[in-house]
Nanobody, 124 residues
């Protein structure tokens, strides 16, 4: 069992930055691929970014490419999402997720464990 706890969300003006963190429990974190997803009110949960077990491979949604950066620190059991040049359309609840395999994926059904989410609100 893996427990994931996100932090770092908040209110920011358009053009600003936030860094989300996701702390994982357990000793198997370094063998899991990790992903970030987001869900706006009334919309489906969308893929944002993913990273493989070692951090050597990353994937991004087109809407965030060049603005967001996913990274991980395996000794600290933590994955990060650095969000720059934020836009009002980035407003959503952001979730981190763990996939019990080495390679990353961009479909939510590929992930077995989820955090509770953290709210990100970008004002115009």
């Amino acid at each position: 069992q893996v427990q994931l706890v996100e932090s770092g969300g908040g209110l920011v003006q358009a053009g600003g930055s936030l860094r989300l963190s996701c702390a994982a429990s357990g000793r198997t974190f370094s063998t899991y691929a990790m992903g970030w997803f987001r869900q706006a009110p009334g919309k489906e949960r969308d893929f944002v970014a993913a990273i493989n077990w070692s951090g050597s491979t990353t994937y991004y949604a087109d809407s965030v490419k060049g603005r967001f950066t996913i990274s991980r620190d395996n000794p600290k059991n933590t994955v990060y999402l650095q969000m720059d040049s934020l836009k009002p359309e980035d407003t959503a609840v952001y979730y981190c997720a763990a996939r019990t395999t080495y390679s990353a994926a961009n479909y939510p059904q590929e992930y077995a464990y989820w955090g509770q989410g953290t709210q990100v609100t970008v004002s115009s």
